[in-house]
């Protein structure tokens, strides 16, 4: 019996050995470190708007919009309400339609203010790496997002 089970567990290793050994390995000169993420299907956590990093007042919630390709809708939270509208894209041309949103009070309605405010003046938008930058018509960017798992 035990010499069955040696035989089988060696067998196994084999096994695994050769189905690992097949697979294709990146050249070592590749850096397999950058993530690149998609305008559409990631959700987007605010972090910057204008040139001010942006705070989360303690039991507050994290801004963020995910888009949607296959109706052009947006969905998010903008700090203190959910938000949803439409967008259009074209090349590295982006703008949103009029949001909708929850109607709460609180103490982060500065947060949502701007952030929609940066929607209203977006233009543009260019990923570099996990952040998401909206860009006005001058290309100066008015929103700064850093990438999260849907």
Known sequence: M???????VVALLLTMAACNSNEPQPPASQSTDEV???LA???WALVQLGDKPVTISEGGREAYIALNSA????????GCNRISTKYKQTGSQLSFG???STYMFCPDMPTETAL?????????????GSQ????NGQQTPVARFEARNL
């Open 2 to 8: 035990g010499r069955a089970r040696y035989a089988a």
């Open 36 to 38: 690149t993420h998609e």
């Open 41 to 43: 299907g990631t959700r």
């Open 71 to 78: 109706d052009g809708s947006v969905v998010g939270h903008a």
């Open 98 to 100: 009029d949001v909708t």
């Open 116 to 128: 929609l405010d940066a929607l209203k003046a977006t233009a543009g938008w260019r990923i570099a």
């Open 132 to 135: 998401l930058e909206l860009l």
